[in-house]
């Protein structure tokens, strides 16, 4: 018997958690799936295979760990604004040798009726902000939410998982504590319910947050767009079967019968 495929997961998106469990659901005992967390959310949901949480220390760090672990492969399923842990993925797989793909999700398209105002970063989308109506949703995480604390004159309706232990760094706001999959009904509930003039967003693309941007175009809302950075080089797929079927191929894995 031939030793497993040794594949470490880089995750903390609902694409990496579907991952573990189809890599081990179709190849069994031919894979030893690790997933990787960053520890950020306080109720991480447990993968398939083994999880291990928290950062490995930049590059080198990782780099130290896929030698220790014996790791053969390492699937980059990050989210697309995660870009530090998908550079140092990129640089520990070229320094160790070991094999690297990305998983990588489309990003959404705009369609007739959508209203979206791209913007580079958070400074650029503040300055969008500012020239539009008072009630602002924001659905784009903590990290980025001090570039919009000048915006005295708006009020901010702030979506995060966990609930934070600092201040939000915004004048006015309320904290609403959800974690996706959401529906288009609760999403059209909710910016009815809060008089919501403005969406702030990522262009982070999955279906699981992607009901608030029908819920804007019916209601003819704005929504301001928060540019991906650039995604590092390497093979790419862009879906679970893609992955599954690189895998397969790269490693000569069959499905157990
Ligand atoms: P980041 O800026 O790319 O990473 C910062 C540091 O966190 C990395 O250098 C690494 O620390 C550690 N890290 C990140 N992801 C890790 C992982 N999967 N396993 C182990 N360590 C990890 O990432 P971020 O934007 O803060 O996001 C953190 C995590 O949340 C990511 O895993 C991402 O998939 C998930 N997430 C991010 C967003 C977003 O909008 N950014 C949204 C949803 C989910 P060391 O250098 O010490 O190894």
Redesign the pocket.
Known sequence: MTAPCRILI????GEASELARALTVRFGAAVQVTS???G?TREPRAPAGALRI?????AV??AAYLTGQDIDLVIDA??P??????A?ARAACNSTGCRRLILARPPWQQRPGDDWHHAANATAAAALVAQMGPRVFMTV?RKDLSAFSGLSAHWFLVRLIDRPVQTLPLPRHQILIGRGPFTLATERALLRHHEIDVLVT?ASGGSATEAKLLAAREANLPVIMLQRPLSETGEQVDCLAAALTWVSHAFELQAPL
Do not use: E, V
Not at 81 to 86: K, V, Y
């Open positions: 880089l995750g903390g998106t990787s967390q960053a950020r928290g950062g490995f220390g930049g760090g990782l990050t989210h604004f995660a870009s530090a842990i998908s140092n995480g990522k």
